[in-house]
């Protein structure tokens, strides 16, 4: 069963009733999340930052798993042991470039599939789409990535950061006739249990070429 959480980002200012809502989902006391950075951070400073946001969340214990410059094979079997993932921010492209170079796509699939936790982040949430196209909007494809298959585990795509993006509206309204579209604001999310999906916050829906506002929380 989906255990889903894609976010525009992650703040103190997110609603209460989302941050309420993913305790909910942390079935473990002792939930070990493993964080899956976009790029190398070598210095750890957004890691630390997450761990900060998530501790409040009541997830103490991490495992900082890098795809990129510091990819160590040997921690992924600690990588499938956790309770649960975190995809962050970033460039969405290189994110997946770096996720298909470590052949991690199937392997991440079949854990959310098997109810393993998987929290999303701007690109991270954008990741769980079939596929990343609609992060040409707002990310520079700087790694000429063509192959553009992500996660597949949803059946729209998620557009995120929209209280800054909303003149893409024209762009995203020809675009929606191909696939439904999500936005989402920051301090807003996105929950998926199973075949439910909940919204926290004003989640739009773009489809068909036209956009339907949204409210607040629904299941």
Same mark, same amino acid.
């Given at each position: 069963?989906?255990?889903?959480?894609?976010? &525009?980002?992650?703040?103190? +200012?997110?609603?209460?009733?989302?941050?309420?809502?993913?305790?909910e989902l942390i079935l473990v006391k002792s939930f070990k999340l493993g964080y899956i950075p976009s790029q190398s951070d070598k210095e750890k400073k957004y890691f630390t930052a997450a761990k900060e946001y998530f501790r409040s969340l009541d997830i103490n214990e991490f495992l900082y798993f890098d795809?990129?410059?510091e990819y160590d094979e040997s921690l992924l079997g600690e990588l499938e042991s956790c309770d649960g993932l975190y995809l962050s921010g970033g460039n969405t492209f290189y994110f997946l470039k770096n996720l298909q170079k470590?052949?991690?796509?199937? +392997?991440?699939?079949?854990?959310?599939?098997?109810? +393993?936790?998987? @929290?999303?982040?701007?690109?991270?949430? @954008?990741?769980?789409?079939?596929? @990343? /196209?609609?992060?040409?909007?707002?990310?520079?494809?700087?790694?000429?990535?063509?192959?553009l298959n992500a996660l597949?585990? @949803?059946?729209?795509?998620?557009?995120?950061?929209?209280?800054?993006?909303?003149?893409?509206?024209?762009?995203?309204?020809?675009? &929606? /006739?191909?696939?439904?579209?999500?936005?989402?604001?920051?301090?807003?999310?996105?929950?998926?249990?199973?075949?439910?999906?909940?919204f926290y916050g004003k989640i739009n829906e773009i489809r068909n070429g036209k956009i339907i506002e949204g409210g607040s929380h629904h299941a």
């Open positions: 069963m989906l255990n889903l959480v894609l976010l &525009s980002d992650f703040s103190k +200012k997110n609603n209460l009733q989302l941050e309420e809502r993913i305790k795809v990129d410059e470590r052949n991690l796509l199937g +392997k991440l699939n079949e854990m959310a599939i098997n109810g +393993k936790l998987l @929290i999303g982040v701007s690109a991270g949430a @954008i990741l769980m789409s079939k596929t @990343i /196209k609609i992060a040409s909007y707002i990310d520079e494809n700087f790694v000429h990535l063509e192959q597949n585990l @949803i059946e729209f795509e998620f557009m995120p950061h929209w209280q800054t993006q909303k003149q893409r509206l024209p762009e995203l309204l020809a675009y &929606s /006739k191909q696939k439904t579209i999500n936005t989402c604001n920051d301090g807003d999310g996105i929950v998926i249990h199973g075949d439910h999906i909940e």
